[in-house]
């Protein structure tokens, strides 16, 4: 984990735009690294994701629908905060749970396998002096002006542009890019940028769970295989701080744990990790496609820009645009086909193309009558 010293961090929590530029170069198997920016700041993160062995990865990171869990939830709770400062509520204590339900159909091996988005639960519990009424319209608040759950909500369709052996090579089946590609992560740094200060068990921490609560998720299935993302934790009210532990209850009993700062200071911040968490996940589908038909391609790179945007009442989320970097011994017509079936089974991608029911509950304990 690294950030890069930038100017003072733009909160974009009461109004504004923000852009965050992600790349992502494989390092073996579906072990990757990534960098994500915030544009207005300069501040970068350098994480790593990987997957469990319920896909047979090495688990020596985050999934990347962890930092994409754990980004949505801390957003939302980042948000809640915000609105009772404005509103001059002190919060005694602010909790949340949000559950993201997805499924695979369709085989790897036979090139059918599509994800399925479900609809979207978020329960918040929130403690503060004022009344129970105030303290729903906070989270309603907060719910309507996060760029996160609108980005879930509402369906924007990402647009992909593809390099193939350097060449720019046309997309087929999914939204092309249009305008100025971007670098190959790969030819822009001659050294991955290194970490400065901050220390890795600060930011991110594993929680083991039992080895017999695992599910391996085989590539020729025909079956649904359905799971949640499931993000829980709390706020630091002295920090402005949220600690989300993530996992996927349905099949694994790992757990991985996320600090988030709405400050972007001293960890990545909500919308940075629901970022680079998009990528990544697209990147672990290319890899897989890759791996199932034995493609003679090098490790993949990709560069991913989100923008976002919120004034003082609603939120939108922007179509990502990303790029794709193969090179190898591949005809364009199978690059091209790589890049649709990656996106078929991308959950990130299919949940923000896709309009997602958002339901939600609040616990409120009222300190004012």
């Known amino acids: 984990v690294t950030p890069r010293a930038g100017h003072s961090p733009l909160h974009l929590l009461g109004h504004g735009a923000e852009t965050y530029t992600v790349e992502v170069m494989g390092l073996e198997g579906f072990h990757k690294r990534g960098l994500v920016e915030t544009t207005s700041t300069g501040r970068m ?11 047979r990865g090495t688990n020596l990171a985050p999934a990347p629908l962890m930092y994409w869990g754990a ?7 980042t948000r809640v905060a915000a609105a009772a400062r404005e509103r001059g509520v002190t919060l005694t204590s602010l909790s949340g749970t949000v559950r993201q339900g997805f499924a695979a159909t369709g085989s790897f091996v036979r090139a059918q396998a599509v994800a399925k988005v479900f609809d979207l639960r978020i329960d918040v519990a929130v403690d503060g002096a004022a009344t129970p009424a105030e303290l729903d319209a906070l989270v309603a608040h907060a719910i309507a002006t996060s760029p996160a759950v609108a980005a879930v909500a509402t369906a924007r369709e990402g647009r992909f542009g593809l390099h193939s052996n350097g060449r720019p090579t046309a997309v087929h089946g999914i939204p092309a890019l249009h305008g100025a590609p971007a670098v190959d992560p790969l030819r822009k740094y001659a050294e991955v940028p290194e970490p400065t200060d901050e220390q890795l068990g600060d930011v991110v921490g594993f929680e083991p769970g039992h080895p017999d609560r695992t599910h391996v998720v085989t590539d020729d299935s025909d079956g649904a295989v359905e799971f949640h993302v499931e993000a829980r934790g709390k706020l630091d009210p002295r920090l402005g701080t949220v600690r989300t532990t993530v996992g996927f209850p349905e099949v694994t009993g790992d757990r991985w744990s996320l600090l988030s700062d709405p400050a972007d200071t001293v960890a990545p911040s909500p919308l940075a990790y629901f970022s680079i968490g998009t990528a990544f996940c697209y990147h672990t589908q290319l890899c897989r496609y890759v791996a199932v038909r034995r493609l003679p391609l090098e490790r993949a790179r990709l560069t991913q820009v989100s923008r976002f945007e919120i004034d003082r009442t609603r939120a939108t989320a922007d179509p990502l645009a990303t790029h794709v970097f193969l090179n190898g011994r591949c005809e364009d017509a199978q690059t091209t086909a790589l890049m649709t079936l990656a996106a078929n089974i991308c959950y990130a991608h299919r949940a923000l193309a896709s309009n997602v029911e958002v339901s939600f509950g609040v616990d409120a304990t009222a300190r004012v009558h």
């Open 45 to 55: 993160w350098r994480l790593e994701a990987d997957e469990g062995t319920y896909l």
């Open 71 to 77: 980004g949505l939830h801390a957003d939302i709770l």
